[in-house]
């Protein structure tokens, strides 16, 4: 009886110091999560047990239909509506993507209940109407709609599609477990609404500062700034640190000297005296140009007029030393380089216990078919923060390489798989106008450069609230084509992640690997032709470029993107019973003689050569004259294809 009345008090007391604790435990609000949307000085910070997973309408079968049919695109269907995600929790919705947004209602079902907690067109989670899901936090662009608003739920939430299809769709969310969380309301206190107007201002912001992030372990920063001159085969050292501390920002100007075909000036960064530099890149690479031109200009990193920035913090336990390596080429005219750096730093130690050490990862390489470009693959401890992309098809033509999903497998589990390559940097519909169509910067996601005839493309991604944790090993990688990684490509891209141990090796670039890589042909798809008609000429962009005219007109096409040179100019087009006549010149330049485009039936015409032309940037484009043939009055343009001439 008294071993019973004992155990009785002890499981007694054990429920009391539990609910005491539960009771005494600091409450986690949507707020909490919105902060990290601006907070970036909290990223070396550990999450551990917290794993970001994903819904998404991915092809189960690793074909290609990631959603036009919308097959993957839910779970299940209750009461005629479709289920598209469920998630136990306690947790957190970090961001929703899709590039097919409808006004059909999504319902939020949290923690069991019958009714939904929040109800909300889908299109209004996008638009800007409907508070708090604001801009730009939640917007559109480069094809893409995105909302990174947070949505907390304290035991689960189910979200519901009141529609007949869904299309493409990515849910991110992650497991928040110990947390006391509180539910999403929809209710906001003034300051709520105040750290909401805050994130959006920085978000907003398009000459992001060092200021904007010094906060916690990035206050009190100090400065050094040095000047000097690389020359080629030189290392210059520009900041050394033998004492604890963390760097909160870096910005390096050297003019447009890191802009061109060569790559040759690396960022080394080493924490420590570890073996293998923790940042060892191009400069180029690292501050997101896109093959020889700045592009990147995100709220934490890229390049602001001449002055390339890095605002991820970078904390060490002893020691820091960072310096730039001008790699010296044979036969090559190399110019000395005039370099100005900033350095913001302060004396706030790592906490080993709570935080990793910055890391990236430089990679480039003609990847194999039938293998995925690796981002990232480490084992131990640590979490992904960020991607740079750049892309190149290594065939003329459309980018299918970008049809390619990304994949992430974290401890041993495949945590996310995406819907294609433009869709993992919150983008979508490739080669269409005012779409994913030309480089285009936003705050934590962009496209680096779009360009048919160059058969190129990049992007990037950085992953603030939604960093991806693992305990053991991350694998971090994108394919390249429809299916089964089967476009040829040459990708170059950077991870960047915080993690535990030091790289156990890298990449030295080659000259090879150090240099842009120039396509010898190109080819002008007809939806993103840059076209002036004249004297009458009406223009159809269907399936091809439609010209009909009553008498004769010209219309001109530029041939922008490509290097200047001479070329063969070769076209396709429609012969078809109502087919004009067409000339081709280039400016006061007569290529061809008049050709008739009229047949008994349809017939398509391929590769059909026209002439040579010398292209300069003054003399980047062709006319094309068009002409009636007693009644024929259309002639079909589809493609044109220039042949560089060594």
């Known amino acids: 009886m008294n071993i019973l009345k004992n155990n009785s008090l002890i499981l007694l007391t054990l429920f009391l110091l539990f609910s005491s604790q539960l009771m005494s435990q600091k409450t986690y609000r949507w707020t909490d999560e919105l902060e990290l949307l601006k907070r970036v000085d909290k990223l070396p910070e550990y999450r551990t047990g917290s794993y970001v997973e994903q819904f998404s309408s991915y092809d189960r079968t690793w074909g290609n239909d990631d959603g036009f049919a919308g097959t993957y695109s839910f779970l299940r269907k209750e009461a005629g509506r ?30 069991g209940q019958k009714e939904p907690g929040l109800k909300i067109k889908f299109s209004d989670l996008f638009s800007g109407k409907v508070y708090p899901f604001t801009k730009p936090i939640c917007g559109n662009e480069i094809g893409g709609f995105y909302c990174y608003l947070p949505i907390t739920y304290k035991k689960s939430c189910k979200i519901v599609f009141d529609g007949p299809k869904l299309e493409f769709i990515q849910i991110q969310y992650r497991a928040l477990p110990g947390k006391k969380v509180e539910t999403y309301t929809g209710e906001f206190s003034l300051q709520d609404k105040k750290l909401l107007s805050e994130v959006n201002k920085i978000w907003a ?17 100090q400065t050094k700034e040095t000047t000097f001159t690389l020359k080629p085969g030189e290392e210059m050292p520009f900041f050394e640190m033998d004492e604890p501390g963390r760097i909160v920002g870096v910005e390096i100007d050297g003019g447009t000297s890191f802009e061109g075909l060569y790559k040759d000036v690396i960022l080394s960064a080493k924490w420590d ?147 294609g390559s433009e869709d993992y940097y919150n983008g979508g519909w490739y080669a269409l106008l005012d779409r994913w169509d030309r480089g285009n910067s936003l705050p934590i996601h962009g496209c680096l450069d779009y360009s048919l005839p160059m058969a190129r493309t990049g992007g990037y991604r950085f992953f603030l609230s939604d960093k991806m944790s693992y305990e053991n090993e991350i694998y971090h990688g994108m394919e390249h084509g429809e299916v089964k990684n089967n476009f040829p490509v040459d ?110 039936k349809e017939l398509f015409k391929d590769r059909v050569y026209v002439g040579d032309i010398e292209l300069t940037e003054q003399t980047n484009s062709i006319t094309v004259h068009v002409r009636n043939n007693k009644g024929r009055d259309e002639f079909e343009l589809t493609l044109i294809t220039l042949e560089r001439i060594e």
């Open 205 to 221: 912001d398009i000459t992001p500062e060092v200021v904007n992030y010094t906060l916690g372990k990035s206050a009190d920063i």
């Open 82 to 111: 479709l289920v598209i995600a469920e998630m136990e929790g306690p947790g957190v919705i970090n961001r929703i993507w899709t590039p097919t947004p409808t006004d059909h209602m999504l319902y939020f079902y949290f923690d």
């Open 491 to 600: 990708y170059t891209s950077v991870a960047f992640f915080y993690a535990a141990q030091p790289l156990s090796d890298r990449i030295e670039p080659s000259d090879e690997q150090r240099t842009v890589y120039r396509p010898t042909i190109h080819v002008y798809f007809p939806q993103l032709m840059l076209l002036t008609p004249s004297g009458g000429v009406q223009v159809v962009n269907e399936r091809g470029i439609r010209m009909t005219t009553q008498h004769e007109g010209t219309v001109r096409i530029m041939l922008n993107d490509i290097p200047e040179g001479k070329y063969k100019v070769l076209i396709n087009y429609f012969e078809k019973n109502n087919g004009a006549d067409f000339q081709i010149w280039q400016r006061q330049k007569q290529l061809s003689d008049w050709i008739s485009s009229r047949g008994d």
């Open 273 to 419: 005296n570890e073996k293998v530099e923790a940042i060892y890149s191009p400069v180029a690479d690292f501050f997101g140009y896109a093959f020889g031109k700045g592009a990147m200009r995100s709220i934490v990193m890229g390049k602001q007029g001449t002055s390339n920035y890095c605002y991820l913090p970078m904390p060490f336990d002893k020691s820091a030393s960072l310096k730039l390596v001008y790699k010296k080429r044979d036969n090559i005219q190399q110019s000395p380089i005039s370099v100005n750096v900033r350095i913001y730093y302060n004396n706030n130690k790592r906490n080993a216990k709570e935080e990793g050490k910055f890391y990236s990862v430089w990679h480039r390489e003609k990847t194999p078919l039938g293998m995925f470009h690796r981002f990232l693959a480490q084992k131990g401890k640590g979490h992904y923060v960020g991607t740079m992309h750049q892309a190149q098809g290594l065939r003329p033509g459309m980018t299918l390489f970008f049809e390619g999903d990304d994949s992430t497998y974290v401890d041993n589990k495949m945590r996310l798989h995406g819907t």
